[in-house]
């Protein structure tokens, strides 16, 4: 009796020890309106509005991971929503894709991505699965957010608009 009781313990200590993957959401959103001068931009108004706009969206999705790449508008983006969440911005390489797609998998907890008009219908993209690809957006195009499902080997995504929300 004393040792199925050990090994009842140990059964389940090793399977409290094993990472479950939960499921978990990724919001995948192009940076803001930036201003139209310089190199490395901030944000327009309407830019900074969109940013509080993605934040107010976010609130209560539990957001336990913010990632942008390393420019003003990616950051200036993301900023309202890692402060509403007390979360740290995490930068990113928008030309390895895969390495992040792999670090999105692997963490526990729901994410925002923001990227720019030509990488974040790539990064969606990894995600669809068989589904119909999302272009690229233009130049003017803002308003999109991609909504992608994790669980387990399961992904799907969806694409909404902010005035959806």
């Not at 140990?10 to 139209?36: D, F, G, M, W």
């Not at 219908?121 to 957006?137: H, I, T, W």
């Amino acid at each position: 009796m004393k040792n199925l009781l050990l090994l009842f313990s140990l059964i389940l200590v090793l399977a409290s020890c094993t990472s479950q993957n939960q499921p978990k959401t990724i919001y995948i959103v192009r940076h803001a309106e930036k201003l139209l001068e310089g190199q490395n931009p901030e944000l327009s108004q309407a830019g900074q509005a969109r940013a509080k706009k993605l934040a107010q969206i976010l609130a209560d999705q539990d957001i336990k991971h913010i990632f942008s790449t390393d420019y003003q508008r990616t950051r200036l983006t993301a900023w309202p929503t890692a402060s509403a969440a007390g979360v740290e911005i995490e930068s990113y390489d928008p030309n390895n894709h895969d390495a992040l797609v792999a670090q999105l998998r692997d963490l526990e907890g729901n994410a925002l991505v923001v990227g720019h008009s030509n990488t974040v219908s790539q990064l969606a993209n990894y995600f669809v699965g068989d589904g119909e690809k999302y272009a690229d957006l233009i130049d003017l195009e803002y308003e999109y957010i991609y909504i992608v499902t994790l669980e387990g080997n399961s992904s799907s995504v969806i694409r909404k608009v902010y005035k959806d929300f």
